[in-house]
């Protein structure tokens, strides 16, 4: 299959988080058009279980749904020198106040539509306390949710943002109920 020619690329938005850019594309057959594209890096997601099978979610306020909503812990990795492991330890230590033993479970573009954002996931045991402050813009609340809850909260509608819904899905791939 053949991947279209970029021909041009222009910075529509650059922000704190994100940016968008707009690419013109070729096709090979001469067609061409545009594409938008939100820019936001790499970030992890993580699936924290406690010594008692209890998950470590965070409930916090999403201003683009004008929400609280129920969420796995995650986070952009940053930069280029940090590793998607490291990301996912800090990330882990500001939101659930813990570190644990890592071990990725998958990864996902976010949605390749118009972002392309890719997410590594991670599985955290063996947790032991050691905050991290939390960033400054977030204010969140640790909740401790059984796999069967936070799954019926999926059905339900209270967990319904992607990354947490997939995350929770790779999770249980990788025990024993499957």
């Given at each position: ?60 306020y999403r ?48 949605a390749p ?66």
């Amino acid at each position: 299959m053949n991947i279209p020619e970029v021909t041009s690329t222009e910075r529509a938005f650059e922000g704190k988080t994100i940016a968008v850019r707009v690419d013109a594309l070729r096709e090979p057959d001469g067609r061409t058009y545009t594409r938008e594209i939100v820019e936001y890096g790499t970030a992890v997601v993580l699936v924290p279980v406690a010594d008692d099978g209890r998950l470590l979610m965070v409930r916090q306020y999403r201003h683009a749904t004008g929400k609280w909503l129920l969420e796995l812990p995650a986070g952009g990795v940053d930069d280029r020198d940090t590793s998607p492991e490291e990301a996912a330890q800090r990330e882990l230590r500001e939101e659930t106040g813990h570190r644990g033993t890592l071990a990725r479970i998958g990864g996902m573009f976010l949605a390749p539509g118009y972002s392309e954002e890719y997410q590594h996931i991670y599985t955290a045991t063996d947790l032991a306390e050691d905050a991290l402050e939390a960033d400054e813009d977030e204010n969140l609340v640790l909740e401790r949710v059984t796999l069967d809850d936070a799954l019926r909260f999926v059905d339900e509608g209270v967990i319904c943002d992607a990354k947490s819904i997939a995350a929770l899905l790779m999770h249980l791939r990788h025990t024993d109920r499957c």
